[in-house]
């Protein structure tokens, strides 16, 4: 176990505190600004954005917003969304936690093996198995349905998890466990009451990952689907790029309602996520 050390705000030199305030603050800055823009952009008509590309809204408006919503249908893309996001994010965390307990805690012969088929997923892209994905899609009849989406999205996301989760479950001591076999407890009980609390951490490492990575996925749900009422909202937002190009105010609301749920996502879980992004990989 690593020995954690303190680093008290008095160990630092005035000179280097300044430089690290000004470092934060001009990243903070360089942060904030693109979504400010795009914010401020959202709220200018098209003879504006004509006129002075990048000048504020002389006469800002909000009826960008509710127009971008009925043309690209975002309240079926929305619910499509979190749906997609909410079912993979919950299968991925629990299928990873209990795989992970099994490769950590319950070794045989086949664990290696096992666990390196998991692993090997890590080094697969998405642009290498889009096609193979598309043809078994095809030929299962899953295709252009909800369950032939949730499948890949949540194969996607195992291999990572597994590897994440069987690391940080290597940690746990293995005399908390068999100490609860002693007192007649099943592994299923074990991993229930004990293995899943203490991985808290790692779990909240992969909700961040799988979240940001399935709410955000174009490519995948745009081979997979092609009826509108299973599209997510990337997808919707990708048709302001098209016909509606020049259409500017529009297209940036459409970014902007985009973005808001990642951004309230964080406000919401930020000490949850700062404490998975800490602890969550590896434990010490």
């Excluded at 293995?174 to 074990?190: K, T």
């Excluded at 529009?250 to 404490?275: D, E, N, S």
């Amino acid at each position: 176990m690593m020995k954690q050390v303190k680093i008290r705000k008095s160990d630092f030199h005035p000179v280097l505190k300044v430089f690290v305030y000004l470092v934060a603050i001009v990243f903070t800055v360089l942060t904030l600004y693109p979504l400010l823009w795009l914010v401020i952009s959202s709220l200018k008509t098209n003879t504006e954005f004509q006129l002075n590309l990048l000048g504020l809204p002389q006469n800002p408006t909000l009826s960008n917003y509710p127009t971008a919503w009925r043309l690209a249908q975002f309240d079926t893309l929305f619910l499509n969304s979190l749906f997609f996001t909410t079912a993979s994010t919950l299968l991925v965390i629990a299928l990873s936690l209990m795989a992970g307990f099994a490769f950590a805690k319950l070794r045989s012969k086949a664990t290696p093996f096992l666990h390196g088929s998991f692993i090997m997923g890590i080094l697969l892209t998405l642009q290498s198995i889009m096609v193979p994905l598309f043809l078994m899609s095809v030929a299962t009849g899953l295709y252009d349905t909800r369950l032939g989406v949730l499948i890949p999205y949540v194969g996607m996301g195992l291999p990572i998890g597994v590897y994440l989760c069987t690391e940080f479950i290597k940690s746990i001591p293995d005399s908390v466990v068999e100490s609860a076999r002693i007192d007649g407890a099943s592994y299923f009980r074990i991993f229930a009451s004990i293995v899943a609390p203490m991985a808290t951490p790692v779990a909240v490492t992969l909700a961040i990952l799988n979240v940001s990575g399935v709410w955000n996925e174009f490519m995948l749900i745009n081979i997979l689907v092609s009826r509108d009422a299973l599209r997510t909202l990337p997808v919707g937002i990708h048709k302001f790029s098209g016909a509606l190009a020049s259409d500017h105010g529009r297209q940036f609301a459409a970014l902007t309602i985009g973005l808001v749920p990642m951004v309230v996502f964080y406000l919401f879980f930020r000490k949850q996520l700062t404490k998975g992004v800490s602890a969550g990989a590896i434990k010490g």
